[in-house]
């Protein structure tokens, strides 16, 4: 994932599109395709605990997928400890996966490699699937030391539309955390 002599991308999807806490030399908004965005990981150490996860994304593969967010590249000096406070950050069940980053100022262009964190089904906090209407209620329950649940959901519902990006889950569970 080298640019520019050793500087990387990384690709944030959830919380990262609207709180980086970590330095970084370019910010742009991109999309990474053949994955959707889904609330199906389990959050026991920011947006819940243990015995009452919160909900937060993960990326499921879907072959006609896309999925918006942004992209920070990382200065090479920079990157050592970057890396290591993301593992830290997303140490709940996420590893990280090669992904092609399409810019949004630059759509034409060719893809840019990159890195994204992704929680799969082999983790132990992985929730999975389950109707919205139960996702919604669970993070209308759930708090952790980051903050409410329900902050995450629409915290990155509003960066999303800042972006002009479309996320039927997401603002589908906007409206029924809203409803509810």
Same mark, same amino acid.
Not at 93 to 97: A, K, N, P
Not at 162 to 170: F, L, P, Q, R
């Given at each position: 994932m080298a640019e520019n002599d050793g500087d990387l991308w990384v690709f944030g999807y959830g919380s990262l599109v609207w709180r980086p806490d970590y330095p970084y030399i370019a910010r742009r908004?991109?999309?990474?395709?053949?994955?959707?965005?889904?609330?199906?990981? #389990? !959050?026991?150490?920011? $947006?819940?605990?243990p015995g009452a996860p919160g909900r937060v994304v993960t990326l499921a593969p879907d072959a006609g997928g896309v999925c918006w967010g942004m992209a920070?590249?990382?200065c090479a000096a920079d990157c050592a400890a970057v890396m290591a406070h993301l593992d830290h950050r997303e140490k709940g #069940?996420?590893?990280?996966?090669d992904v092609g980053l399409n810019f949004a100022d630059a759509p034409d262009a060719p893809e840019t490699p990159g890195l994204a964190y992704v929680? %799969?089904?082999?983790? =132990?906090n992985y929730l %999975? =699937?389950? =109707?919205?209407?139960?996702?919604?209620?669970?993070? $209308?329950? !759930?708090a952790g030391p980051s903050g409410d649940n329900v902050e995450y959901l629409l915290r990155l519902a509003e960066a999303l539309r %800042?972006? %002009?990006?479309?996320?039927?889950?997401?603002f589908a569970l906007e409206t029924l955390v809203r409803a509810g």
């Open positions: 908004a991109a999309w990474i395709e053949g994955w959707e965005r889904r609330f199906w990981q #389990g !959050s026991t150490d920011h $947006r819940g605990v920070y590249l990382i #069940g996420y590893r990280l996966f929680a %799969g089904e082999d983790n =132990p %999975g =699937p389950a =109707p919205l209407h139960d996702i919604a209620a669970q993070i $209308r329950a !759930s %800042g972006i %002009g990006a479309h996320d039927e889950h997401v």
